[in-house]
């Protein structure tokens, strides 16, 4: 299974089922066939936040807390981001907004070259349920579905059926984390370690070009978690997916391509 294999869906205005990739755009742009010279040109990011900035209202009623202040971040297609930052720096509220969950209050949030604030909350929710696959430091299975009814969840929810391919797609994810023979049981049946395998599996079943994952091993003791580290990243490389991941685990950072540090509202390089 590979990103470039996605098949293209048409959602009003708007395909988010496989997009153009850069030198695509750069033909649409130029309305001539990339050459020698402009493929030398740097690839364009997939998902981007330019000077993004966020607050929340304060809990005692006074004036608001600014979580990102002219935050920046581009990450390329298939690359592996880390996000390393103490509780609170506002990790989380970067993967919302990249997401598509939350809107800045300044700056922009691009997807394929796409400003995703001029979308109106339809478009969003199908960008959402299309293009990102979001992993949770809990699970969120639902207990009383089997293992492969979870993972179809996401393929349920762009219609009333679930596509055979979506099925055999969604057998052979499980069969690639070593869940062949949990296929049919209830999540209560399994351990932390396995029901995280799940939730992997499910966020990947729409072939996503952006997998999310906010601290998905924070809730693991240490073998599962570094066993799902592996998956993730192992996974991301397979498919081709873009991946950014809020993590504490140096383990699971030091597998990303890229480190980035959250600090005073903004990204910066990490080690
Ligand atoms: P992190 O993931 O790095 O721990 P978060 O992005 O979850 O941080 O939150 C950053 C700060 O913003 C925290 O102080 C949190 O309490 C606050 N915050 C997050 N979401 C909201 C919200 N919806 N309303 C008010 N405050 C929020
Ligand atoms: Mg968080």
Redo the contacts with the bound molecule.
């Keep these: 299974m590979t990103g470039a294999g996605l098949p293209a869906v048409k959602h009003g205005a708007i395909d988010f089922g496989a997009p153009p990739s850069a030198s695509d755009r750069l033909y649409r742009l130029t309305n001539r066939p990339p050459d020698a010279t402009v493929s030398c040109m740097p690839a364009a990011p997939l998902i981007e936040l330019e000077g993004v900035s966020k607050s929340?209202?304060s809990?005692d009623g006074g004036e608001a807390?600014s979580?990102l202040k002219d935050a920046s971040l581009g990450v390329l297609r298939g690359e592996s981001v880390a996000i390393l930052?103490?509780?609170?720096?506002?990790?989380?509220?970067?993967?919302?907004l990249l997401g598509g969950l939350?809107r800045p209050d300044r700056g922009v949030v691009r997807f394929d070259g796409r400003d995703l604030g001029g979308l109106p909350e339809p478009e969003l929710a199908r960008f959402r349920n299309r293009s990102v696959g979001f992993v949770f430091q809990q699970h969120h299975l639902l207990p009383h579905a089997t293992v492969l009814e979870n993972v179809l969840i996401p393929a349920l929810a762009s219609g009333n059926s679930v596509p055979d391919e979506a099925v055999a797609r969604a057998r052979r994810l499980i069969e690639r984390v070593g869940l062949q023979t949990r296929m049919d049981q209830l999540p209560g049946r399994l351990s932390g370690g396995e029901r995280q395998r799940v939730a992997l599996v499910r966020a990947l079943v729409n072939q996503p070009a952006v997998v999310l994952a906010?601290?998905p091993t924070g809730a693991l003791d240490r073998g599962n978690a570094s066993e799902v580290a592996r998956l993730l990243v192992e996974l991301n490389q397979e498919t081709g997916a873009t991946l950014v991941i809020?993590t504490h685990s140096i383990e699971l950072a030091g597998l990303c391509r890229r480190r980035l540090e959250?600090r005073d509202g903004r990204l910066f390089a990490a080690a």
């Design positions: 929340y209202p809990a807390v979580i930052g103490p509780s609170g720096s506002g990790k989380s509220t970067i993967l919302n939350d906010d601290e809020v959250l």
